[in-house]
Structure formats: C-alpha cells, structure tokens
C-alpha cells in the first residue's frame, strides 16, 4: 500500500468515474483501474463495486477512503512541517525561563523578538533551573533561559548578559543614605532571600560569603516581588539582580545601594539539547538580548 494508491481510491471516490480520475492524477485509465485491483487484492476486500454507468464505495470501501483521506491529510502535513523547517525561525518555539529573569527581562526580550521572527510564537515556561534542565532533556522544551554555568551531558550554552546584584532596604534603615555598602556587611542583617531550590539564592550566598556563614532558613520567599513587598515591610533587606530594580520597580518605601567591587553578579544564557534542528533560534534570542535597553546588563563576552 502506498500514498499513491491512497490518492488513486480517493480520487475515483470523488469522482464516481475512473476516466475522470485517471486525468485528475495523470495517469491511463488501465493503470489506474490495475492499481485499484491491486491494491483491493492486497486487502482483500472491493472497494468499489463497479457497475456499467455508475461507480460506488462498498460499506467497507466507504470507511476505507475515509480513512486513507485522514492518512493524505496526515502526509500533507509532514510536508508543511518540512517546509516550516526550511525556514527555522517559522514555528512554535517552547521557551523555559526561570522565575528570576523572566517577569523582568520577557517583556522588553518579547517584542524584539518577535520583531526578528515574526512566525515564531513563545511557548513560556516560568520554572526553577533544575525542572527546566529536566525539561529540556526530555523534549518538552526547545530552548531555556538561565544562569549559568551549566554542565549537562547533551547540552549546549550560549552566554547572553551579565548582571550585577544590589541591595534593597526599607526607607528607614541606618544603611538609606550610604551610596556603596562592602558584601561582606550583609551578614550582619536579617537578609530576605528565595527558598532554596532558586539557583538566585544559592548565587546570592557564593558570592556573599559572610552572608552564607549567617543564612537563616526562616527568612525565604516564594518570589522575588514577595519578597520586595517583604521588604517594603521592615522585614529586612534583600539582594536583587539589577534586571528587578529597574525606574518600573521604583518603590517610595524602598531604597536601592549598589555593592562594593568586586560587585557580586550572575551570568544569564540560553541553554538547548545538542542536535537541536534550529540553531538561527539561538542567533535571534541573542540578537534581541543585545538590543535589549536595561540599565546594568552587560553584554557577555562569551
């Protein structure tokens, strides 16, 4: 049985008259009718009965050619799937990001991207690093956007920006009016930080290390804007990525300090499975990261 032979009992079905199928698929009425014959011998059942002036399906044959229609459908598109695949930035692409870039970087990352690969929709998945890796491992995802580095079997990465960490206090605090404050002074607070699980947390506390030996279970958030809110409070204080603590972000109740040299930061980049069929798809996300206009994002060297 083959694609032609489907399109051969279709056409006649349609038709209700082999001389006009035959025309209809180019080819001589005797070939078509032995085609037919041959393939309701592989069956072993009529499809057609044929009578002197009218041609009709069998019960049989009429669930036959329905079902061969579904499978030419099916084919046709196969075809489209290629013909999307010529063009790679065509199509959906299932897009993980973790929670800590995403609600600050997705929305001015989205429509310059879109702009790049207009018939590229975002399927957006918002987890935490490990769910996301998993993810992508098993096909569930295309591309992920976290921080690096990464080291998975199979994996690929492509560093996109540099971000430095600030601190955040509430209005009030000793700390309002200081411009710099040293890491290390952190650990003498009451430090708001994601639950672990959250690679930002693991990232806060090595590149604070007095704020590491001083961690306090007790003091976890779900979310950075929870614990923004937390904050805002009196709390505490926390540590966010610069990319959280743009003028949107402005909080009257909240007061932002840089952190002394060296500024402690986190390298964001894209991560996919080796093999993966569209690598134009890691050139335009990158693309769009470097026309990207937030204040304190640095463009990764590599």
């Not at 006009?20 to 070939?31: G, H, M, N, V």
């Not at 065509?90 to 929670?99: E, H, K, N, P």
């Not at 994996?155 to 955040?168: S, V």
């Not at 009257?252 to 894209?270: Q, T």
Request: aromatic fraction near 4%; charge should be positive.
């Amino acid at each position: 049985m083959t694609l032609t032979e489907l399109r051969y009992i279709v056409a006649v079905a349609q038709e209700r008259h082999f001389g006009r199928a035959s025309e209809r698929c180019c080819i001589t009425q005797p070939a078509l009718s032995l085609a037919i014959q041959k393939l309701e011998e592989e069956l072993s059942c009529t499809i057609f009965e044929r009578r002197k002036n009218r041609i009709t399906l069998t019960p049989l044959g009429e669930q036959i050619v329905h079902q061969a229609q579904r499978v030419l459908e099916d084919a046709d598109q196969i075809r489209l799937i290629a013909s999307q695949g010529k063009d790679q930035l065509a199509g959906l692409l299932r897009f993980g990001v973790i929670a800590t870039v995403g609600p600050y970087i997705l929305p001015d990352l989205v429509p310059l991207l879109n702009k790049r690969a207009p018939k590229m929709p975002l399927e957006i998945e918002e987890n935490l690093t490990l769910n996301l890796v998993a993810m992508l491992k098993s096909g569930k995802l295309d591309v992920i956007m976290i921080a690096l580095p990464l080291e998975e079997h199979g994996l690929m990465t492509r560093a996109l920006y540099d971000e430095p960490f600030k601190a955040l206090v509430p209005v009030g605090h000793p700390w309002q009016k200081k411009k710099v404050i040293d890491s290390r002074e952190l650990g003498s607070e009451k430090v708001l930080l994601p639950h672990a699980g959250h690679c930002f947390r693991q990232q806060v506390l090595d590149s604070c290390p007095e704020l590491s030996r001083s961690d306090a279970e007790g003091w976890q958030g779900n979310s950075l804007e929870t614990i923004r809110q937390m904050v805002a409070s009196g709390l505490g204080i926390t540590v966010l990525p610069c990319s959280a603590l743009t003028p949107k972000y402005h909080n009257k109740r909240l007061v932002v300090i840089d952190l002394a040299k060296p500024v402690p930061g986190r390298r964001i980049g894209l991560a996919w499975r080796r093999g993966f069929t569209r690598p134009q798809v890691i050139d335009a996300i990158g693309d769009a990261v470097r026309s990207l206009n937030i204040a304190g994002l640095k463009q990764a060297a590599g």
